[in-house]
């Protein structure tokens, strides 16, 4: 018996990791531009180490469900997918301690 699994899941899954891949590179290519996307203010004086991290673990996340979507492997996804849930949640929570809320949720609760 072979599991069928909805297109719509399965488009979403592959929207996911294509838009979280494409956040990592806008990271990497324009950490200042990010900076603003992420919502996070701070001095860092061109030293961009953080917003480069950030980028890469971006990048890497949604590469790792653009891969697992087009290898079909649903399961691994899935956990994988619940597992990464605490990155958009600890983005948000760091973001709000600032007190813009609003679009704190709007940037990290989204991604």
Known sequence: MTRQVHPLAFWFSFALGVLLLLIGL???IT???GEQLFGLAFSEGGDYRFHLAVGIREAFV???FLLLTLARQFRALGIA???ALIIPV???L???SDGDVVIAGLTHLTS
Do not use: H, M, N, Q
Request: aromatic share 12%; charged share 15%.
């Open 26 to 28: 806008f990271l990497l």
């Open 31 to 33: 950490p200042e531009r």
């Open 62 to 64: 949604g590469l790792l």
């Open 81 to 83: 997918l619940l597992s």
């Open 90 to 92: 600890a983005d948000f």
């Open 94 to 96: 760091i973001a709000a």
